[in-house]
């Protein structure tokens, strides 16, 4: 994985990676972040969601939307992270945007995965919470060893 720090973003958050929100697929996926990021919110992680998309594009088309996903435009940080990829299609060079998504952790990616679906977002937030809450864990894990 990328060793990439991220300044001012929370301490555990939630990074998606995504390609242009003018595709289907793109609009497919964060619709799945809508279900899920009422549970993201109720626990304080933030939902961080990068797009090529100049800032006024993804203004129109998340204005309709009230939740807690924050919208990002960086195609400078999407290379960074090795999101974008050519392909070669019929001999023809194509730039896409592999979706990702990660998890951030005292402002280091930890966690990645390159599917997004259900199983995997579940996957992210369990992980998400279990370092949320590990102090809290191992405190409940040495008093029931104790007693």
């Known amino acids: 994985m ?4 991220i300044d001012n973003i929370k301490e555990i958050s939630l990074l998606v990676v995504m390609d242009s929100i003018k595709l289907n697929k793109t609009v497919v ?13 109720n626990m ?6 990068v797009f090529p998309d100049h800032k006024d594009e993804l203004y129109s088309f ?3 939307y009230n939740t807690d996903i924050h919208y990002i ?20 060079k194509y730039k896409v945007i592999s979706p990702r998504m990660y998890i951030i952790y005292n402002e280091k990616l930890i966690e990645e995965q390159k599917r997004i679906n259900n199983k995997s977002i579940k996957k992210l937030y369990i992980k998400a919470l279990e370092l949320k809450f590990e102090k809290f864990i191992k405190k409940l894990n ?6």
């Open 73 to 92: 435009s960086d195609v400078g940080f999407i290379n960074q992270l090795g999101c974008a990829q050519e392909k070669n299609v019929f001999g023809k």
């Open 2 to 5: 990328n060793n990439i720090e």
């Open 142 to 147: 040495c008093k029931t060893k104790s007693h």
């Open 29 to 41: 996926y964060h619709d799945l972040f809508l279900l899920w990021s009422q549970a993201f919110e």
């Open 62 to 64: 998340y204005r309709f």
């Open 44 to 49: 304080d992680i933030p939902i961080y969601m």
